[in-house]
């Protein structure tokens, strides 16, 4: 009996975790594997390209979990450098492109993965493509900027975007010794969090010395002479910049899936069951940055690009294709970053996504420190939390500082996971010691402090 064959696109988290996956559940003999990867790198961290460029992680190659030859050495024809350009689905097929070589050719499949992940925004203004202008997705991507910064004749860096690859950028270009503008589009950074709490990571980022423009929509790039950047134009001015950082956000990256007829979600990423199978198509999985997942707090699909998740949804993928089974019940948003010891975090709802969802909330928010307030070293931590009216749901956390802060929002994806209500929090055995947390937890103020502000709002 000849064995089945399984084609992956996308040779990163989603794609390589499921090819490593179903090759553990099943040898060549049973399921022979082709990967298509378009770079030259696979399995690596995209996450980890700002530390990268500041500095902080020394060399590229640290950032690869495993090369294409480790891949290879487990039988999985991988091959790189070569992109799909159709995918026919009737015909259990796909279209290749070497990129080399320029020949095209068909594989075909019994089994098909798509992850192809997601793509940066770009938009289509005036000079976007110059020399000195860059998006940060791949390992490529990092080399070009690091490049682009030795070649900068002078030291001036204009950040586009606010979001986390923009804040990330513009701590990377700091440690560079380069003077940082941040264009945002919005009414404070950090869009992903309230602008209440937006506006504590502004004012960080101006204690650090980056120069922050809210409200600046970009219209165009200047460039001099020999064609490279010169500066980002707006529509109230100009900022000079010898190296242009776009953080602006990313799309899924659903072409190939739009032109087969896949379905699509409302934030145009695949849709797909539980097992991350296709919505729709028995012998088609997806995962990673191209797929919509179920919110679990709002019960709504949403598009979430982070490693994490593609590399479960790539374990689940590869149990299923491999004769096991898993699922993917959905997330809750959670999501962490920094800028410099500023530590930001968020999980669930903010207070817009609960409207749109038609929640009615109450919100609290604290101030405490990560550690007993005695205790050296003690730095200042303002949580705010978000529940449902009446019933107390948690709904949502944001939490900026310092001194640890971040991974405490931990504590409340999983109550929120859960389902928990912010009295029942309360109640959560913590750990405490004063090198660690205050007697109150930070987490546990602010549940206390919301669950008198659902008190308030159900006698009103």
């Known amino acids: 009996m000849a064995a089945e064959r399984l084609v992956v696109i996308g040779g990163d988290a989603a794609g390589m975790s499921a090819a490593s996956q179903a090759r553990r559940l099943k040898g060549p003999a049973e399921l022979e594997i082709v990967a298509f990867e378009r770079g030259h790198f696979t399995s690596y961290s995209a996450c980890g390209i700002p530390y990268w460029v500041s500095g902080d992680v020394e060399k590229r190659d640290d950032l690869i979990a495993r090369t294409p030859q480790e891949h290879r050495a487990r039988s999985i024809d991988l091959r790189t450098r070569t992109e799909v350009t159709e995918i026919d ?36 203004l005036p ?10 997705q791949t390992l490529g991507d990092g080399q070009a900027l690091l490049d682009s910064l030795d070649r900068a004749e002078g030291r001036r860096a204009v950040v586009v975007g606010a979001g986390y690859i923009g804040v990330e950028m513009a701590e990377a270009m700091l440690k560079r010794g380069f003077e940082v503008t941040v264009l945002n589009r919005g009414a404070q950074p950090m869009a992903t969090l309230d602008p209440d709490m937006g506006r504590l990571v502004h004012d960080a980022m101006d204690g650090l010395g980056i120069t922050t423009v809210n409200g600046a929509a970009v219209t165009r790039i200047h460039t001099g002479p020999d064609g490279r950047v010169t500066g980002v134009a707006t529509d109230d001015g100009s900022h ?41 198509h028995g012998n088609i999985w997806a995962g990673g940055d191209c797929v ?68 009615r909330y109450v919100t609290a928010t604290i101030e405490s420190t990560g550690r007993a307030g005695y205790y050296p ?15 107390g749901r948690l709904l949502g956390v944001q939490i900026v500082g310092r001194d640890g802060a971040a991974k405490r929002v931990d504590v409340a994806a999983v109550a929120l996971t859960a389902g928990m209500t912010v009295e029942a929090m309360t109640a959560l055995d913590l750990g405490y010691a004063p090198p660690f947390s205050p007697v109150w937890d930070p987490v546990l103020v602010a549940a206390r402090k919301t669950v008198a502000a659902v008190r308030e709002a159900g006698t009103a």
């Open 89 to 124: 689905v009737a015909g259990q097929r796909v279209r290749a492109l070497d990129r080399d070589s320029g020949e095209t050719y068909w594989t075909g499949f019994d089994k098909l993965v798509i992850a192809t992940g997601a793509r940066p925004v770009r938009p289509g």
């Open 127 to 136: 000079g976007m493509d110059a020399p000195g202008v860059h998006g940060v």
């Open 240 to 280: 000079p910049a010898d190296v242009v950082v776009l953080g602006i956000g990313v799309e899924p990256e659903t072409a190939l899936a739009r032109a087969a007829g896949l379905p699509l979600g409302p934030h145009g990423g695949l849709l797909t069951d539980l097992s991350m199978r296709v919505v729709g």
């Open 292 to 359: 919509e997942v179920l919110d679990l707090v709002a019960g709504r699909t949403r598009h979430i690009a982070l490693g994490t998740h593609a590399n479960k949804h790539g374990q689940i993928i590869g149990a299923n294709v491999g004769g096991g089974y898993g699922t993917f019940p959905g997330v809750v948003g959670t999501a962490v970053s920094k800028v410099c010891d500023l530590e930001i975090a968020r999980t669930g709802l903010r207070e817009k996504d609960a409207r749109a969802v038609g929640l």
């Open 377 to 391: 070293g003690a730095q200042p931590m303002t949580v705010k939390m978000i529940a449902e009216y009446r019933t």
